[in-house]
T-cell receptor, first 112, second 115 residues
Framework: EADIYQTPRYLVIGTGKKITLECSQT?????MYWYQQDPGMELHLIHY???????EKGDLSSESTVSRIRTEHFPLTLESARPSHTSQYLC???????????FGSGTRLTVV | GENVEQHPSTLSVQEGDSAVIKCTYS??????FPWYKQELGKGPQLIID?????GEKKDQRIAVTLNKTAKHFSLHITETQPEDSAVYFC??????????????FGRGTQLTVWP
């Protein structure tokens, strides 16, 4: 069973809507990450956090924002969704640096 | 930062044959190299990893080899089965320093095993 949970699994929304993708983990991991996965499979790091109140932008420019108020929770927010935001979003966490990354099952977002 | 290249992007093999996926990395300071398997509709899962003080590691039908001098590492799957069909990602990282915790992924290989 998963120790990292993403909701919703699938989401179809209209352009201009504000959305929040949820990610929660029960393992007490300090480090959490958001990846955007394009149809060509490639994983792009868009945000990461090394602990509470710590957030950093990743390699791929993203119009999304994140927050880390609690260790177990790392939500991603899009203030105004656009069709270009259509993608799969994967959340991950790790305890010991780069070892032991655990991924969630992802949220497939479609903006129409 | 680190640059990880992965080949091939797609690989089709007959059940029972072997499959090999190759990756190269650019940062000689990288010292940890995991492999992830992503099945349809799921997130990637760690299947095997290797550290730079080891040249080869095996776990049943899968093995990983590392050549530090050439900065490349490979995943070998023997006696492939249809359930091995998935997307495989290699990754590299430094287990110390300012990028602690950052994994740099290859672009993925879609492996299809035909019965």
């Amino acid at each position: 069973e998963a120790d990292i949970y993403q909701t919703p699994r699938y989401l179809v929304i209209g352009t201009g809507k504000k959305i929040t993708l949820e990610c929660s983990q029960t393992m007490g991991h300090d480090k959490m990450y958001w990846y955007q996965q394009d149809p060509g499979m490639e994983l792009h790091l868009i945000h990461y956090s090394y602990g509470v109140n710590s957030t950093e932008k990743g390699d791929l420019s993203s119009e999304s924002t994140v927050s880390r108020i609690r260790t177990e929770h790392f939500p991603l927010t899009l203030e105004s969704a656009r069709p270009s935001h259509t993608s799969q979003y994967l959340c991950a966490s790790s305890e010991f640096g780069s070892r032991g990354y655990t991924f969630g099952s992802g949220t497939r977002l479609t903006v129409v | 930062g680190e640059n990880v290249e992965q080949h091939p992007s797609t690989l089709s093999v007959q059940e029972g044959d072997s499959a090999v996926i190759k990756c190269t990395y650019s940062d000689s300071a990288s010292n940890y190299f995991p492999w992830y398997k992503q099945e349809l509709g799921k997130g990637p899962q760690l299947i095997i990893d290797i550290r730079s003080n080891v040249g080869e590691k095996k776990d049943q039908r899968i093995a990983v080899t590392l050549n530090k001098t050439a900065k490349h590492f490979s995943l070998h799957i023997t006696e492939t089965q249809p359930e091995d069909s998935a997307v495989y990602f290699c990754a590299a990282s430094k287990e110390a320093g300012s990028t602690l915790g950052r994994l740099y992924f290859g672009r993925g290989t879609q492996l299809t095993v035909w019965p």
